[in-house]
């Protein structure tokens, strides 16, 4: 699905020589690498605060531990998404209330968060899935109409922009109130482990999740408030300073690779290609097509026969996993969801691409799609 090898070969001097030279001063905890590739995120994001932190389930956490939510408190998440987005939500006591997505864009959209809110709705959390951005600008007029805080799933979009009018453009996470984000290797900017950071253009807010991820100390050895230990390892920001100089190629070579995609696939009815928004760049985290829920398994099933890697994500909704299961989710509830993950199917999609791998891959989802629908 990725090739991490190749992208490590092309940069490995670099890379090398930055984890030695963490390895030779041995600051291997809040080393100076640390504060450098949180200003350089800063930067790139045109962002005034980003707090590294240990993993993108953790930067949920510590958004919704400093934003100060309580028991009971309700947050609105889409029913189609990566379990750590609920899972953090539970796991503080709150209540996750799901809500169905856009069949085109696999997105929350305003019209659908509109109906889930309720006088206990707390919190929206958007995530910007596979790599494109929800369209924020009605959600944010939804969010603020209702006092609602906006906590951004970005961990798929980092380097997604978003326009808000001719001139007004913002990347993915930098929108809401708080966004967070994931460093885990295969997502678009991956260390070699695990790594997560919380955005804010909220000083303050900034300040109370660097003390929640840092034990609820606002000095040393003093608690304000309970917190975790949730931080980014200097090696791991040394290998991110490294790669953020590339994030821009990285997502162009990933618009390549979905543009070929797509152009192999023009014009067959038996496959739908992702459909890009008006307002926000693709960044192809995944590269997901819909399938004809008759034809999707066994098409799954060829390619690994022919040695491509396929994957469904996500095969199983949140109101269906046993931890989240509860008589307010029918699956009624969800029909795009329901249809979503029977038909999804996302193809390897990674920054070292070649057009003969894009090829190869194309020409069997359509040689197979030719053979089963030759009839139809
Ligand atoms: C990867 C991911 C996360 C969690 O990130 P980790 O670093 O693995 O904890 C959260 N949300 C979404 C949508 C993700 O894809």
Redesign the pocket.
């Known amino acids: 699905m990725v090739d991490l090898r190749a992208q490590y070969a092309r940069m490995k001097e670099e890379i090398d020589g930055a984890i030695m030279q963490c390895i030779e001063s041995a600051q291997f905890i809040n080393g100076p690498e640390v504060a450098g590739f949180q200003k350089n995120l800063e930067i790139y994001l045109g962002c005034k605060n980003v707090i590294p932190c240990a ?4 930067a ?1 956490q510590i958004a919704m531990m400093a934003l100060g939510l309580t028991r009971g408190d309700e947050v609105i998440v889409p029913s189609f ?2 379990v ?2 609920a899972e953090v939500i539970a796991l503080l006591g709150l209540k996750p209330v799901l809500v169905d997505v856009d069949p085109d864009t696999f997105n929350i959209t305003a019209e659908l968060i509109e109906k889930a809110i309720t006088s206990k709705s707390k919190a929206i959390v958007p ?1 910007h ?1 596979f790599g494109q951005c929800a369209d924020m600008k009605p959600i944010i007029d939804l969010a603020s109409k209702h006092n609602l805080f906006i906590i951004e ?1 970005c ?2 979009a980092i380097g997604a922009a978003y326009t808000f009018s001719p001139g007004v453009v913002k990347k993915s996470g930098t929108m809401g109130t708080v966004g967070c984000t ?1 460093f ?1 290797p295969s ?1 678009n900017l991956g260390c070699f482990g ?1 790594g ?1 950071a919380l955005y804010t253009d909220d000083f303050a807010l900034a300040e109370r999740c660097r003390m929640v991820a840092n034990h609820g100390q606002s000095r040393k050895y003093y608690h304000d408030i309970i917190g975790v230990n949730s931080r980014l390892d200097t090696i791991q920001a040394a290998i991110l300073n490294v790669k953020l100089k590339y994030l821009d190629r990285y997502c162009e070579s990933r618009i390549h690779a979905a543009e070929l995609y797509d152009k192999a696939f023009a014009g067959n009815d038996f496959i739908k290609v992702p459909k890009r928004s008006t307002k926000s760049t693709h960044v192809f985290h995944q590269y997901t097509v819909q399938i004809p829920a008759n034809y999707r398994d066994e098409l799954k099933d060829y390619l690994a026969e022919n040695g491509i890697p396929s994957m469904v994500y996500y095969p199983v909704p949140l109101y269906k996993q046993k931890a989240f299961a509860s008589p307010e989710n029918d699956a009624k509830q969800f029909p795009v969801t329901e249809r979503l993950c029977d038909t999804v199917l996302s193809l390897p999609m990674h920054t070292e691409m070649t057009e003969e791998e894009s090829l190869f891959i194309s020409g069997h989802v359509l040689s197979f799609l030719s053979k089963k629908t030759q009839y139809a």
């Open positions: 993993n993108g389930t953790d949920l998404t990566y750590a987005t995530v899935l799933d961990a798929q994931s885990f997502k695990d997560g």
